[in-house]
């Protein structure tokens, strides 16, 4: 996963938050946005800000007291409070392929009625189940032939997470994959509510199923999918373990409009950040993963003592962790995905043995790396539903 360029944030504040926050503005019977976007404030101004926020509680009680302040300030933020009502779910499933301890499916669901989330899901080929899941949401780039669920590295990553005993579900983010294909734009000011919408429902679509175990229920990402993973675990109950990867930063917000373009870390007597978002995990197993050349690089010193004081109001500072990888950059790289595979398998009871080759390392290399083309949910085969809606739609919340 490859670092986005500096120009792609600055064309999404230019041409997608700024013209809404003038918009708020304008409308002056609304509290107007608190958008925390990018690098919002400095590295010594996000110590201080943890530094207030940790005098506000001082056992278990009041910081569960403050997350779900948390909580209800993401719901509320993107405009999830009430939830939607929930739609038939409608799930499409087809194009099986076998392979050396897994297979592959394509996917859909409805998130809303007529709209689609897409991907594939990755299964166990050994093993009756009901098997642990582990949703897999995809970052940013913008090369359309090296990007979201079709990279050789996420198809890694989901077939070993499979060949230990998971039910794998590899997810494209809004305007990405299928979505595209169809028109849908990622860019737009409402983009972080449909695709932590999507996240929610993409849960409703494993915790449905007979081979699921919905009590081992986890999510990984790096980057926005990385931002994905945390607020997913803030709001939703059901995720059991979470590792969000290169994403968890005191003082960068996410440059995207799917990770800060709504407000969600501040509005009037609110304020968060991605640290504390993170740490409304706890007490459920979650690792951070980080490295030394991103918005990341002082995980071991500030974010990480901060998520762990609050595990440690709950007796469980066992169960977060790190890794840190001051050499590398921003993406999922082999080191950062074999950490995962031994945290999920520790947590969710996952065999490692299954992946393992000769030498004793995890095995990558037997992974079949498919085309995009074989990946795409809806084809000139299997065709988009004739009551599917386009970007344009009439949403249930427009």
């Known amino acids: 996963m490859q670092l986005a360029p500096k120009h792609r944030i600055v064309f999404l504040m230019t ?17 107007k946005p608190q958008l925390c976007v990018g690098n919002y404030q400095t590295e010594a101004q996000a110590k201080e800000q943890l530094a207030r926020f940790a005098s506000t509680y001082s056992n278990r009680s009041e910081w569960q007291q403050r997350a779900r302040q948390i909580r209800e300030g993401i719901l509320r933020g993107a405009e999830l409070t009430p939830l939607p009502k929930k739609c038939p779910l409608n799930p499409i499933v087809h194009s099986r392929r076998e392979y050396e301890g897994y297979s592959v499916e394509n996917v859909a669901f409805e998130s809303l009625p007529g709209v689609f989330v897409t991907g594939n899901l990755y299964r166990p080929t050994k093993g009756t189940g009901p098997f642990a899941a582990v949703l897999c949401p995809h970052g940013h780039w913008s090369n359309p032939n090296d990007y979201g669920r079709f990279r050789p590295d996420m198809q890694k990553r989901c077939a070993i997470f499979a060949r230990m005993g998971a039910v794998v579900f590899a997810y494209d983010m809004v305007g990405y994959g299928d979505w595209a294909n169809a028109g849908w734009d990622h860019r737009g000011p409402k983009m972080l509510k449909l695709q932590l919408w999507n996240s929610i429902r993409a849960v409703d679509y494993l915790a449905s199923r007979p081979d699921v175990d919905p009590k081992r229920i986890a999510i990984t990402g790096a980057s926005g999918g990385g931002t994905q993973s945390f607020l997913l675990a803030a709001v939703d109950d059901r995720i059991a373990v979470s590792i969000p990867v290169v994403m968890v930063s005191a003082h960068f917000f996410g440059g995207c409009v799917c990770e800060s373009g709504m407000p969600i870390h501040k509005a009037r007597n609110y304020e968060t950040s991605n640290v504390e978002i993170a740490a409304v995990a706890a007490p459920r197993p979650m690792m951070i993963i980080s490295n030394g050349k991103d918005w990341t690089k002082n995980t071991p010193e500030v974010e990480y003592p901060y998520i762990r004081n609050v595990y440690g ?9 790190y890794a840190h990888f001051p050499e590398e950059g921003h993406d999922y790289g082999r080191s950062k995905r074999v950490g995962a595979y031994k945290f999920l398998a520790r947590h969710l009871g996952l065999s490692l043995a299954d992946v393992i080759d000769a030498t004793g390392a995890i095995d990558e290399d037997s992974v079949a790396i498919e085309p995009k083309d074989k990946l795409y949910v809806f084809t000139q085969d299997h065709p988009r539903p004739a009551h599917a809606v386009g970007p344009k739609a009439d949403l249930p919340w427009n």
């Open 313 to 321: 109001l709950f007796g469980a500072a066992d169960k977060v962790e």
């Open 15 to 31: 041409t997608v938050l700024l013209p809404w926050c003038g918009w708020a503005a304008e409308n002056t019977e609304t509290e």
